[in-house]
């Protein structure tokens, strides 16, 4: 059963005390702000069976917590589950571009925001599809940012699910602990790189998660080696192992590793991530797989 904390009444704020909006970006006619003043439906969510939600989480920006999620929702949807992913990261949003899903005006029904769907089935929602011009940023200070994370997750009608996937922004700020808080998740992924020095701030992240007793389903390590498109010769990028070994000795289940792999930056770039399959992603969903029934007996 998903737990929510009840949210305080406040009296409304005038544009000056919200703080900036987003200046430079052009939000298309329908978002979560839209419609915060209308009249609250009683069958908002109502309908949502979601099974197990999954954040895919590092302390650090830049080491790929985007692919692996997509990958990780990818990999399932085509194992026969009914996956959403939630792109958590408001100010960097990626998600919808690697799935080829543009934006503009979402759906609406009795039920919450309608989730858009990927060629392949996937439920995405992500602030990216409310912006008109994906390329302007949107400025919004933290408050703002933890509310939009809140109503994608509480607002939005994703039907029966197996997994939620979220895909956290980095660090351990404003929507990791507004997650953490209020959304009952069932485990947490924690992405990394080889070096020492990403992996001691990624370490905070399990910090964070130890902190509020969500299990950690593993790691998985990214660009471990890079792959040359041509002769497919694969060569490690890092110094590795540490992370394996440290995964080992804390008894913390290993995931697996992904390449640097220009047929993964090709796919991605074309929003055709979801054709990208190799064995190091088949890999990484079996040890997943193998990991939920020790979160779950717990």
């Known amino acids: 059963m998903l737990k929510f904390f009840k949210k305080k009444e406040k009296r409304p704020k005038s544009k000056k005390e919200e703080g900036p909006g987003p200046e430079t970006a052009?939000?298309?006619?329908?978002?979560?702000?839209?419609?915060?003043?209308?009249?609250?439906?009683?069958?908002?969510?109502?309908?949502?069976?979601?099974?197990?939600?999954i954040a895919v989480i590092s302390g650090k920006g830049g080491v790929g917590k985007s692919t692996?999620?997509?990958?990780?929702?990818?990999?399932?949807?085509?194992?026969?589950?009914?996956?959403?992913?939630?792109?958590?990261?408001?100010?960097?949003?990626?998600?919808?571009?690697?799935?080829?899903?543009?934006?503009?005006?979402?759906?609406?029904?009795?039920?919450?925001?309608?989730?858009?769907?990927?060629?392949?089935?996937?439920?995405?929602?992500?602030?990216?599809?409310?912006?008109?011009?994906?390329?302007?940023?949107?400025i919004w200070r933290g408050p703002r940012i933890a509310g939009a994370v809140k109503e994608f997750y509480s607002q939005v009608d994703w039907g029966t699910l197996d997994f939620l996937i979220l895909d956290m922004p980095p660090g351990t700020g404003d929507i990791a602990i507004t997650v953490l808080q209020n959304i009952a998740l069932d485990g947490a992924v924690v992405?990394?790189?080889?070096?020492?020095?990403?992996?001691?701030?990624?370490?905070?992240?399990?910090?964070?998660?130890n902190k509020h007793e969500v299990p950690v389903l593993g790691v998985v390590e990214n660009l471990t080696s890079g792959i040359c498109p041509h002769c497919q010769h694969e060569v490690e990028l890092f110094s590795g192992g540490g992370i394996k070994q440290w995964c080992e000795e804390k008894q913390v289940n290993y995931l697996g590793s992904l390449p640097w792999d220009a047929g993964l930056s090709y796919c991605a770039d074309r929003g055709h991530i979801d054709n990208y399959y190799p064995a190091a992603?088949?890999?990484?969903?079996?040890?997943?797989?193998?990991?939920?029934p020790v979160i779950e007996n717990n």
Do not use: C, W
Request: glycine share 8%; hydrophobic share 40%.
């Open 281 to 292: 992603v088949d890999q990484m969903l079996e040890a997943f797989l193998a990991a939920l």
């Open 68 to 138: 692996v999620s997509s990958l990780l929702a990818s990999a399932l949807l085509a194992h026969g589950y009914t996956v959403g992913l939630l792109d958590a990261d408001i100010t960097g949003p990626s998600i919808p571009r690697v799935f080829g899903v543009s934006g503009g005006s979402m759906g609406k029904n009795d039920y919450g925001m309608v989730p858009r769907r990927s060629r392949k089935g996937l439920k995405i929602m992500s602030l990216n599809l409310f912006l008109a011009d994906e390329e302007l940023p949107v």
């Open 191 to 209: 992405v990394s790189t080889p070096q020492d020095l990403a992996f001691t701030i990624v370490r905070k992240a399990f910090h964070m998660l």
């Open 26 to 53: 052009t939000i298309a006619p329908t978002t979560p702000e839209d419609n915060k003043d209308a009249e609250p439906s009683t069958q908002i969510g109502q309908r949502n069976d979601i099974k197990r939600v």
